[in-house]
């Protein structure tokens, strides 16, 4: 029989065994406490990663796009075609076309000048604008510039708009592409002074408004100074009726100026915030059916 001082040792050796097995238990939890912790803190620190990874790449796209200026995605065209204007006294027909030499231009594409005799005022054409940004379709209309019809014909069938590149398009107010310098580079310094090496007599009458759809000659303010320029009017434009108008331009065609103004303008002037299309549009042909 077990004396009162082997049981007190057995008890307290019982006791210290029970504290060892909580301070272990207690060591276990703790250390799986930790690894819970540890691993969530990894779980989070992975998410935390994968987020600011992902904003970062997002944030990174949006500086790209901010650096760059944007489309004018909120430039008002108007949907409603211009109609052609009308002459209140038909011309002769035929007509007598004046086109003279001029060397005050550059011209570096020599071309022949047009026949400037029994030319028909009556009657239409239609030619394709063929460029880098899409075929423009054109009617001209010789009842109302059949000299303008007639020069613009003949350069066409020597070649001589091929490789020529629109250099000025107006945005705001003056809602139109100009082309037709044989010497544009798509230096605004320089572009619109090119030629064909002669010049045609104005055309233009009352009557006349520009808009949507309108085909017209480019000149200076010299009077009978026309050439080879031209610019074909997508939207407004407020201007004396000093320009002649000889045609105009198909829905079709419509839909590529809208393209190219939508692109928007390559380094506008401060004078009149025209400039070179952002949208390159260059000439690879002209067909005359």
Same mark, same amino acid.
């Given at each position: 029989?077990?004396?009162?001082?082997?049981?007190?040792?057995?008890?307290?050796?019982?006791?210290?065994?029970?504290?060892?097995?909580?301070?272990?238990?207690?060591?276990?939890?703790?250390?799986?406490?930790?690894?819970?912790?540890?691993?969530?803190?990894?779980?989070?620190?992975?998410?935390?990663?994968?987020?600011?990874?992902?904003?970062?790449?997002?944030?990174?796209?949006?500086?790209?796009?901010?650096?760059?200026?944007?489309?004018?995605?909120?430039?008002?065209?108007?949907?409603?075609?211009?109609?052609?204007?009308?002459?209140?006294?038909?011309?002769?027909?035929?007509?007598?076309?004046?086109?003279?030499?001029?060397?005050?231009?550059?011209?570096?594409?020599?071309?022949?000048?047009?026949?400037?005799?029994?030319?028909?005022?009556?009657?239409?054409?239609?030619?394709?604008?063929?460029?880098?940004?899409?075929?423009?379709?054109?009617?001209?209309?010789?009842?109302?510039?059949?000299?303008?019809?007639?020069?613009?014909?003949?350069?066409?069938?020597?070649?001589?708009?091929?490789?020529?590149?629109?250099?000025?398009?107006?945005? &705001? $107010? =003056?809602?139109? @592409?100009?082309?037709?310098?044989? #010497?544009?580079?798509?230096? +605004?310094?320089?572009?619109?002074?090119? %030629?064909?090496?002669?010049?045609?007599?104005?055309?233009?009458?009352?009557?006349?408004?520009?808009?949507?759809?309108?085909?017209?000659?480019?000149?200076?303010?010299?009077?009978?100074?026309?050439?080879?320029?031209?610019?074909?009017?997508?939207?407004?434009?407020?201007?004396?009726?000093?320009?002649?108008?000889?045609?105009?331009?198909?829905? &079709? $065609? =419509?839909?590529? @100026?809208?393209?190219?103004?939508? #692109?928007?303008?390559?380094? +506008?002037?401060?004078?009149?915030?025209? %400039?070179?299309?952002?949208?390159?549009?260059?000439?690879?042909?002209?067909?005359?059916?």
């Amino acid at each position: 029989m077990a004396t009162n001082q082997q049981r007190r040792e057995a008890a307290k050796r019982k006791l210290e065994r029970q504290l060892d097995r909580r301070k272990e238990q207690q060591k276990r939890r703790r250390m799986i406490g930790a690894g819970v912790v540890g691993v969530a803190v990894l779980v989070v620190a992975g998410v935390v990663v994968w987020i600011v990874s992902a904003n970062g790449g997002d944030n990174t796209n949006a500086a790209a796009s901010s650096s760059a200026a944007p489309p004018p995605t909120d430039l008002q065209i108007p949907t409603q075609r211009t109609a052609l204007p009308k002459r209140s006294k038909p011309l002769p027909n035929p007509t007598t076309c004046d086109f003279k030499a001029d060397t005050t231009g550059k011209a570096p594409k020599k071309v022949n000048l047009p026949d400037g005799k029994n030319v028909p005022s009556t009657g239409t054409v239609n030619v394709t604008l063929k460029s880098t940004a899409g075929d423009i379709p054109l009617t001209l209309d010789r009842s109302l510039a059949p000299c303008a019809v007639q020069s613009f014909l003949s350069l066409a069938k020597q070649n001589f708009y091929d490789g020529t590149m629109c250099h000025r398009l107006g945005t &705001e $107010g =003056l809602q139109m @592409l100009q082309c037709g310098d044989p #010497a544009a580079t798509g230096d +605004p310094t320089q572009d619109g002074q090119g %030629g064909p090496g002669y010049t045609m007599p104005d055309e233009a009458f009352p009557e006349i408004k520009y808009g949507r759809g309108i085909l017209a000659m480019a000149k200076t303010q010299a009077p009978n100074s026309g050439g080879s320029q031209f610019f074909m009017v997508y939207g407004t434009a407020e201007l004396s009726p000093d320009y002649s108008v000889f045609g105009s331009i198909s829905d &079709e $065609g =419509l839909k590529v @100026l809208d393209a190219v103004a939508r #692109a928007g303008i390559a380094n +506008p002037s401060p004078q009149d915030g025209t %400039g070179a299309p952002t949208k390159q549009v260059k000439f690879t042909g002209v067909t005359v059916q």
